[in-house]
């Protein structure tokens, strides 16, 4: 984005509902997740790259100068870009395999052991070079712009060596400065035990605190750092050892908890007061509780559950019923989640976990910016803030998660600039009419 682009101002007309998610400047929990400050019939103004007022368009169009520049939203819905707060986006190959060997009856557990799972990938990932890697990520950047996604977090991972773990961080680098996707970098080397410590995790979780943290934090390549608690992986004092670690490194704090088994991570989460605790299909009451009196804010990944074959979903419910700061995510991976479609989780949340369409959009937009540091600046259309939003070819927000496996994407915008647009069926030009505007 060149300066001049930046500087143009903007204005969007003609949006049917302009769903703003307006509202106190925090993540939201219990009723309020369902107040998405709806205007009806109105309008954006955008200068500088960001929101300078929303309204009716009534209110607004006097405003509106010959040196706006407008976007008509056809009679469609405008809405804040998604955030995917759980997201493993830079990796090499498939594992289209395991997918069949699933729908076989294998387990994830019983692929795992067979020398598949993640240590599969990160085989792969090790063999790629930063560029091959680089290529493929971008195609999937394309994937999450076209589903309304405008800001994803990017966990390494896949590399489970300094170097090969340092080169994802890199690539995570290059994809903020060459693809129009924003992407929040996280620290994951503490996703498995490499088969080079096969059976000898604490020497691993020592390589993780001893070399690879000070090397991350030497390159500034992460803002959080994350671990898999769980069975079979890290234990919760191996996994205490790690978050510890990254905190005296100054990076804030994730976790993958209770995603197979209830293992404590939830409780570890909340005694090290992270910023979020991710999976929890199996986090129990004292769980939730432990969260909420900690603060931490529950990433609930469905997408996981439905491609992985299973029927425990997390507790979106209790959950938000107790006060928890409620976050939906696609936990988009080669293995367990395949899906960078926001859309889809927002309706496996509905149908599989009980939220409401209001409650799903709230966790994937306001309460998604919160989980990443960046609720001042995303998640809602509000004065001040970037101006990332979505025109849906659609009359009524909820029809988003309504029409499953249909993409009501038309047109993305990031910091005010056009980055996506719906074309006809050969892919030759824009179509700038919504269907349903006539």
């Not at 598949?116 to 990938?121: A, F, H, M, Y």
């Not at 773990?165 to 620290?187: C, G, S, W």
């Not at 020497?203 to 959080?224: G, K, Q, T, W």
């Not at 009359?395 to 993409?407: H, L, N, S, T």
Request: proline share 3%.
């Amino acid at each position: 984005m060149t300066n001049n682009d930046a500087s143009r101002l903007l204005a969007v007309v003609n949006c049917r509902q302009l769903v703003t998610l307006s509202g106190a400047a925090r993540p939201r929990t219990g009723a309020d997740m369902r107040e998405l400050a709806i205007i009806e019939n109105g309008a954006l103004l955008v200068r500088d790259g960001r929101i300078e007022r929303t309204g009716k368009y009534d209110e607004i169009k006097s405003l509106i100068t010959p040196d706006y520049e407008i976007e008509d939203a056809g009679g469609g819905v405008v809405m804040p870009g998604f955030v995917d707060a759980h997201a493993h986006p830079v990796f090499a190959g498939t594992r289209v395999d395991e997918y069949e060997q699933r729908a076989g009856g294998a387990t994830y557990q019983e692929i795992r052991a067979a020398g598949g799972g993640i240590l599969s990938t990160v085989g792969r990932t090790r063999a790629a070079s930063e560029d091959e890697l680089l290529i493929a990520a971008k195609r999937y950047a394309n994937w999450f712009l076209r589903g309304g996604t405008t800001t994803i977090e990017a966990k390494s991972g896949y590399g489970l060596t300094i170097e090969d773990e340092l080169k994802m961080l890199r690539v995570i680098r290059r994809l903020n400065d060459e693809t129009a996707l924003r992407y929040v970098p996280t620290f994951l080397g503490a996703h498995d035990v490499p088969p080079e410590y096969e059976n000898h995790a604490a020497a691993y979780v020592a390589l993780i605190v001893d070399e690879m943290l000070p090397r991350v934090l030497a390159e500034n390549l992460a803002e959080y750092a994350d671990a898999f608690c769980e069975d079979k992986v890290f234990t919760v004092e191996q996994t205490r050892r790690v978050l510890l670690a990254a905190r005296r490194h100054n990076l804030k704090l994730r976790l993958h908890a209770d995603q197979l088994t209830l293992g404590g991570g939830a409780c570890l989460a909340a005694e090290l007061r992270a910023t979020t605790a991710d999976h929890l299909e199996h986090t129990d009451a004292d769980g939730i509780e432990a969260m909420r009196r900690a603060g931490v804010q529950p990433v609930l990944l469905p997408a996981s559950v439905y491609a992985l074959g299973l029927s425990r979903y997390p507790a979106a419910r209790r959950m938000i019923d107790a006060g928890l700061a409620v976050v939906l995510a696609t936990d988009f991976n080669p293995g367990s989640s395949p899906v960078p479609s926001m859309p889809m989780v927002l309706s496996l949340a509905s149908t599989q976990m009980k939220m409401t369409c209001a409650e799903a959009v709230t966790a994937c937009t306001v309460n998604a910016a919160y989980s990443l540091n960046r609720g001042h600046l995303l998640g809602s259309l509000e004065a001040g803030k970037f101006a990332d939003f979505v025109i849906h070819d659609c009359r009524d927000y909820r029809e988003i998660a309504y029409f499953v496996g249909i993409e009501s994407t038309h047109t993305v915008f990031v910091r005010g600039q056009c980055v996506f647009a719906a074309t006809t069926t050969g892919g030759e030009s824009h179509d700038r009419t919504l269907s349903h505007a006539t």
